[in-house]
Protein backbone atom coordinates (compact mmCIF):
# COMPACT_ATOMS: atom_id res chain seq x y z
CA UNK A 1 0.00 0.00 0.00
CA UNK A 2 2.83 2.47 -1.11
CA UNK A 3 3.02 5.84 -3.58
CA UNK A 4 6.67 5.47 -3.15
CA UNK A 5 8.47 7.82 -6.35
CA UNK A 6 4.45 9.68 -6.79
CA UNK A 7 4.08 13.26 -7.36
CA UNK A 8 1.07 14.72 -6.02
CA UNK A 9 -0.49 17.93 -6.13
CA UNK A 10 -2.85 18.78 -3.47
CA UNK A 11 -5.19 22.24 -3.73
CA UNK A 12 -5.94 24.00 -0.46
CA UNK A 13 -3.39 21.95 0.83
CA UNK A 14 -2.96 24.67 3.58
CA UNK A 15 -5.27 23.98 5.92
CA UNK A 16 -8.34 21.63 7.09
CA UNK A 17 -9.38 18.92 4.65
CA UNK A 18 -6.22 19.41 2.12
CA UNK A 19 -3.52 19.26 5.09
CA UNK A 20 -4.65 15.37 6.15
CA UNK A 21 -4.43 14.40 2.57
CA UNK A 22 -1.19 16.23 2.21
CA UNK A 23 -0.04 14.10 5.41
CA UNK A 24 -1.18 10.88 4.73
CA UNK A 25 -0.02 10.82 0.92
CA UNK A 26 3.14 12.11 1.81
CA UNK A 27 3.04 9.10 4.54
CA UNK A 28 2.53 6.70 2.10
CA UNK A 29 5.49 7.65 -0.30
CA UNK A 30 4.69 10.63 -2.28
CA UNK A 31 6.24 14.08 -2.66
CA UNK A 32 3.37 16.44 -1.80
CA UNK A 33 2.86 19.40 -3.28
CA UNK A 34 0.81 21.65 -1.15
CA UNK A 35 -1.00 24.70 -2.45
CA UNK A 36 -2.47 27.38 -1.27
CA UNK A 37 -4.06 30.57 -2.27
CA UNK A 38 -3.63 33.07 0.71
CA UNK A 39 -1.84 31.49 3.50
CA UNK A 40 1.78 31.04 2.87
CA UNK A 41 2.52 30.32 6.65
CA UNK A 42 -0.19 27.89 6.74
CA UNK A 43 1.56 26.07 3.66
CA UNK A 44 4.65 26.16 5.55
CA UNK A 45 3.60 24.43 8.66
CA UNK A 46 2.38 21.63 6.46
CA UNK A 47 4.54 20.65 5.05
CA UNK A 48 6.95 21.43 8.24
CA UNK A 49 4.29 18.68 9.49
CA UNK A 50 5.36 16.63 6.25
CA UNK A 51 8.96 16.84 6.83
CA UNK A 52 9.09 16.13 10.91
CA UNK A 53 7.23 12.54 10.10
CA UNK A 54 9.97 11.78 7.34
CA UNK A 55 8.11 13.06 4.17
CA UNK A 56 9.29 15.31 1.32
CA UNK A 57 6.57 18.06 0.86
CA UNK A 58 6.78 21.78 -1.19
CA UNK A 59 4.28 24.65 -1.04
CA UNK A 60 3.37 26.25 -3.89
CA UNK A 61 1.03 29.34 -4.06
CA UNK A 62 -1.66 29.98 -6.97
CA UNK A 63 -5.16 30.83 -7.48
CA UNK A 64 -6.61 27.56 -8.87
CA UNK A 65 -9.36 29.61 -10.75
CA UNK A 66 -7.10 31.50 -12.81
CA UNK A 67 -5.80 29.31 -15.73
CA UNK A 68 -2.23 31.36 -16.25
CA UNK A 69 -1.33 30.91 -12.82
CA UNK A 70 -2.27 26.63 -12.98
CA UNK A 71 -0.11 26.33 -16.08
CA UNK A 72 2.93 27.98 -14.77
CA UNK A 73 2.52 26.39 -11.45
CA UNK A 74 2.13 22.63 -13.28
CA UNK A 75 5.26 23.44 -15.27
CA UNK A 76 7.13 24.56 -11.85
CA UNK A 77 6.09 21.49 -10.26
CA UNK A 78 7.43 19.19 -13.51
CA UNK A 79 10.66 20.78 -13.97
CA UNK A 80 11.10 19.72 -10.26
CA UNK A 81 9.72 16.61 -9.42
CA UNK A 82 8.00 15.58 -12.42
CA UNK A 83 4.40 15.84 -13.75
CA UNK A 84 2.06 15.42 -11.13
CA UNK A 85 0.78 11.13 -10.87
CA UNK A 86 -2.13 12.46 -8.39
CA UNK A 87 -4.24 15.42 -8.06
CA UNK A 88 -6.64 16.06 -5.51
CA UNK A 89 -8.95 18.98 -6.72
CA UNK A 90 -9.47 20.13 -3.27
CA UNK A 91 -9.21 24.25 -2.68
CA UNK A 92 -12.90 25.38 -1.95
CA UNK A 93 -14.59 28.04 -0.68
CA UNK A 94 -18.19 29.00 0.34
CA UNK A 95 -20.07 32.39 -0.20
CA UNK A 96 -23.81 31.68 1.93
CA UNK A 97 -26.88 33.39 1.54
CA UNK A 98 -30.05 33.19 0.51
CA UNK A 99 -30.87 33.19 -3.23
CA UNK A 100 -32.94 36.22 -3.16
CA UNK A 101 -30.10 38.12 -1.73
CA UNK A 102 -27.27 36.45 -3.44
CA UNK A 103 -24.59 38.48 -5.32
CA UNK A 104 -23.80 37.91 -8.63
CA UNK A 105 -20.01 37.76 -7.53
CA UNK A 106 -20.64 35.51 -4.69
CA UNK A 107 -22.30 32.93 -7.37
CA UNK A 108 -18.72 33.59 -9.47
CA UNK A 109 -16.43 33.46 -6.93
CA UNK A 110 -17.83 30.31 -5.59
CA UNK A 111 -18.31 28.70 -8.89
CA UNK A 112 -14.95 29.64 -10.36
CA UNK A 113 -13.03 28.56 -7.04
CA UNK A 114 -14.74 24.97 -6.48
CA UNK A 115 -15.59 24.10 -9.96
CA UNK A 116 -13.72 26.07 -12.60
CA UNK A 117 -10.43 25.40 -11.13
CA UNK A 118 -11.14 21.84 -10.47
CA UNK A 119 -11.08 21.84 -14.25
CA UNK A 120 -8.23 24.11 -14.90
CA UNK A 121 -6.20 21.80 -13.05
CA UNK A 122 -6.89 18.58 -13.97
CA UNK A 123 -6.90 20.17 -17.89
CA UNK A 124 -3.14 21.28 -16.63
CA UNK A 125 -2.19 17.82 -15.64
CA UNK A 126 -3.83 15.49 -17.92
CA UNK A 127 -1.44 15.20 -20.23
CA UNK A 128 1.35 14.13 -18.31
CA UNK A 129 -0.45 11.64 -16.84
CA UNK A 130 -1.99 10.44 -20.00
CA UNK A 131 1.52 9.58 -21.83
CA UNK A 132 2.53 7.90 -18.44
CA UNK A 133 -0.50 6.24 -18.81
CA UNK A 134 -1.11 6.14 -15.01
CA UNK A 135 -2.88 9.11 -13.02
CA UNK A 136 -5.47 10.06 -10.30
CA UNK A 137 -7.58 12.72 -9.91
CA UNK A 138 -9.50 13.32 -6.96
CA UNK A 139 -12.81 15.74 -6.54
CA UNK A 140 -13.58 17.33 -3.46
CA UNK A 141 -17.44 17.72 -3.72
CA UNK A 142 -19.63 17.67 -0.77
CA UNK A 143 -22.71 16.12 0.72
CA UNK A 144 -24.72 19.43 -0.37
CA UNK A 145 -24.15 18.79 -3.60
CA UNK A 146 -26.31 15.65 -3.26
CA UNK A 147 -28.93 16.73 -0.47
CA UNK A 148 -29.01 20.48 -1.18
CA UNK A 149 -28.79 23.18 0.95
CA UNK A 150 -31.03 26.66 1.90
CA UNK A 151 -28.65 29.32 1.59
CA UNK A 152 -25.94 27.55 -0.37
CA UNK A 153 -27.37 27.65 -4.00
CA UNK A 154 -23.68 28.28 -5.18
CA UNK A 155 -21.76 25.74 -3.15
CA UNK A 156 -24.81 23.31 -3.53
CA UNK A 157 -24.54 24.15 -7.49
CA UNK A 158 -20.44 23.72 -8.04
CA UNK A 159 -20.34 20.57 -5.78
CA UNK A 160 -23.06 18.86 -7.89
CA UNK A 161 -21.31 20.14 -10.93
CA UNK A 162 -18.27 18.45 -9.41
CA UNK A 163 -19.86 15.05 -9.86
CA UNK A 164 -20.89 16.04 -13.14
CA UNK A 165 -17.35 16.59 -14.14
CA UNK A 166 -15.74 13.41 -12.38
CA UNK A 167 -17.70 11.10 -14.53
CA UNK A 168 -17.26 12.66 -18.07
CA UNK A 169 -13.45 13.28 -17.07
CA UNK A 170 -13.51 9.29 -15.80
CA UNK A 171 -14.96 8.73 -19.39
CA UNK A 172 -12.36 10.47 -21.76
CA UNK A 173 -9.40 9.39 -19.69
CA UNK A 174 -10.21 5.82 -18.98
CA UNK A 175 -8.26 4.48 -21.86
CA UNK A 176 -5.17 6.03 -20.61
CA UNK A 177 -5.56 4.75 -17.33
CA UNK A 178 -6.06 7.72 -15.46
CA UNK A 179 -8.92 7.32 -13.44
CA UNK A 180 -11.24 9.83 -11.85
CA UNK A 181 -13.19 10.19 -8.52
CA UNK A 182 -14.49 12.48 -5.98
CA UNK A 183 -14.75 12.34 -2.63
CA UNK A 184 -18.11 13.77 -0.96
CA UNK A 185 -17.92 14.89 2.72
CA UNK A 186 -20.61 15.68 4.94
CA UNK A 187 -19.79 17.87 7.96
CA UNK A 188 -16.48 17.90 8.88
CA UNK A 189 -14.79 20.23 11.39
CA UNK A 190 -12.75 22.67 10.01
CA UNK A 191 -12.22 26.41 9.62
CA UNK A 192 -15.15 26.49 7.14
CA UNK A 193 -17.64 24.89 9.54
CA UNK A 194 -16.45 26.08 13.04
CA UNK A 195 -17.49 29.29 12.04
CA UNK A 196 -21.23 27.64 12.23
CA UNK A 197 -23.12 28.50 15.52
CA UNK A 198 -23.33 26.02 18.06
CA UNK A 199 -27.15 25.51 17.66
CA UNK A 200 -26.51 24.89 14.33
CA UNK A 201 -23.61 22.46 14.65
CA UNK A 202 -26.25 20.69 17.29
CA UNK A 203 -29.24 20.45 14.76
CA UNK A 204 -26.24 19.28 12.10
CA UNK A 205 -25.38 16.47 14.54
CA UNK A 206 -29.10 15.19 15.33
CA UNK A 207 -29.06 14.62 11.08
CA UNK A 208 -25.63 12.57 11.63
CA UNK A 209 -26.53 8.80 12.02
CA UNK A 210 -22.93 8.24 13.65
CA UNK A 211 -23.87 11.05 15.83
CA UNK A 212 -20.15 13.44 15.62
CA UNK A 213 -19.06 15.59 13.00
CA UNK A 214 -16.13 13.90 10.72
CA UNK A 215 -12.51 14.94 10.62
CA UNK A 216 -9.66 16.48 7.85
CA UNK A 217 -8.40 12.66 8.53
CA UNK A 218 -11.57 10.84 7.51
CA UNK A 219 -11.86 12.53 4.34
CA UNK A 220 -7.91 11.91 3.95
CA UNK A 221 -8.37 8.10 4.63
CA UNK A 222 -10.76 7.88 1.66
CA UNK A 223 -8.81 10.02 -1.08
CA UNK A 224 -5.37 7.75 0.30
CA UNK A 225 -7.73 4.60 -0.88
CA UNK A 226 -8.77 6.18 -4.36
CA UNK A 227 -4.59 6.58 -5.08
CA UNK A 228 -3.29 3.48 -4.66
CA UNK A 229 -2.18 1.66 -7.64
CA UNK A 230 -4.77 -1.14 -6.17
CA UNK A 231 -7.54 1.18 -6.57
CA UNK A 232 -7.15 1.51 -10.36
CA UNK A 233 -10.30 -0.11 -11.24
CA UNK A 234 -12.49 2.17 -9.56
CA UNK A 235 -12.83 5.33 -11.49
CA UNK A 236 -16.39 7.79 -11.91
CA UNK A 237 -17.02 7.09 -8.53
CA UNK A 238 -17.92 9.01 -5.35
CA UNK A 239 -17.32 8.24 -1.80
CA UNK A 240 -19.34 9.38 0.59
CA UNK A 241 -17.68 10.30 3.74
CA UNK A 242 -20.50 11.87 6.25
CA UNK A 243 -21.09 9.57 9.15
CA UNK A 244 -24.32 7.86 7.41
CA UNK A 245 -26.12 11.44 7.09
CA UNK A 246 -27.11 10.94 2.73
CA UNK A 247 -26.27 6.88 1.97
CA UNK A 248 -27.32 7.50 -1.43
CA UNK A 249 -25.21 7.44 -4.96
N1 LIG B 1 -15.40 21.25 6.03
C1 LIG B 1 -16.47 20.61 5.61
O1 LIG B 1 -17.41 20.32 6.37
C2 LIG B 1 -16.57 20.21 4.17
C3 LIG B 1 -17.64 19.39 3.80
C4 LIG B 1 -17.77 18.99 2.49
C5 LIG B 1 -16.85 19.40 1.55
N2 LIG B 1 -15.81 20.20 1.92
C6 LIG B 1 -14.88 20.61 0.87
O2 LIG B 1 -13.57 20.20 1.23
C7 LIG B 1 -12.61 21.13 0.71
C8 LIG B 1 -11.73 21.63 1.85
O3 LIG B 1 -12.55 22.22 2.82
P1 LIG B 1 -12.00 22.69 4.24
O4 LIG B 1 -13.15 22.63 5.16
O5 LIG B 1 -10.74 21.99 4.56
O6 LIG B 1 -11.72 24.23 3.92
P2 LIG B 1 -10.82 25.31 4.67
O7 LIG B 1 -10.33 24.81 5.98
O8 LIG B 1 -11.60 26.58 4.60
O9 LIG B 1 -9.54 25.43 3.68
C9 LIG B 1 -9.73 25.84 2.36
C10 LIG B 1 -8.46 25.62 1.60
O10 LIG B 1 -8.67 26.02 0.22
C11 LIG B 1 -7.66 26.94 -0.16
N3 LIG B 1 -8.19 27.84 -1.19
C12 LIG B 1 -9.31 28.60 -1.14
N4 LIG B 1 -9.46 29.28 -2.29
C13 LIG B 1 -8.42 28.92 -3.09
C14 LIG B 1 -8.01 29.28 -4.41
N5 LIG B 1 -8.71 30.15 -5.13
N6 LIG B 1 -6.88 28.74 -4.91
C15 LIG B 1 -6.14 27.87 -4.16
N7 LIG B 1 -6.49 27.48 -2.92
C16 LIG B 1 -7.61 28.01 -2.40
C17 LIG B 1 -7.27 27.65 1.13
O11 LIG B 1 -5.98 28.25 1.00
P3 LIG B 1 -5.46 29.42 2.01
O12 LIG B 1 -5.06 28.71 3.27
O13 LIG B 1 -4.31 30.05 1.29
O14 LIG B 1 -6.61 30.35 2.21
C18 LIG B 1 -7.30 26.48 2.10
O15 LIG B 1 -6.13 25.70 2.00
C19 LIG B 1 -13.43 22.23 0.03
O16 LIG B 1 -13.53 21.98 -1.35
C20 LIG B 1 -14.78 22.11 0.69
O17 LIG B 1 -15.80 22.61 -0.13
C21 LIG B 1 -15.65 20.62 3.21
Keep these: MSLDGKTALVTGGSRGIGRAVCLRLAAMGCTVWVNYVSNPSAADETVQLIEEK ?5 SIGFDVADGGSVQKAVKHITSESGGPDILVNNAGITRDGLMARMKETDWDLVLDTNLKGAFLCSKAVMRAMMKK ?13 FLGNGGQVNYGAAKAGMIGLTKSMARELAPRQVTVNSVAPGYIVTDMTSSL ?13 LGTLGTPEDVAGCVAFLALPESGYLTGQTLHVNGGMYMGN
Design 54 to 58: GGIGR
Design 133 to 145: RWGRIINISSVIG
Design 197 to 209: PEDIQETIRAQIP
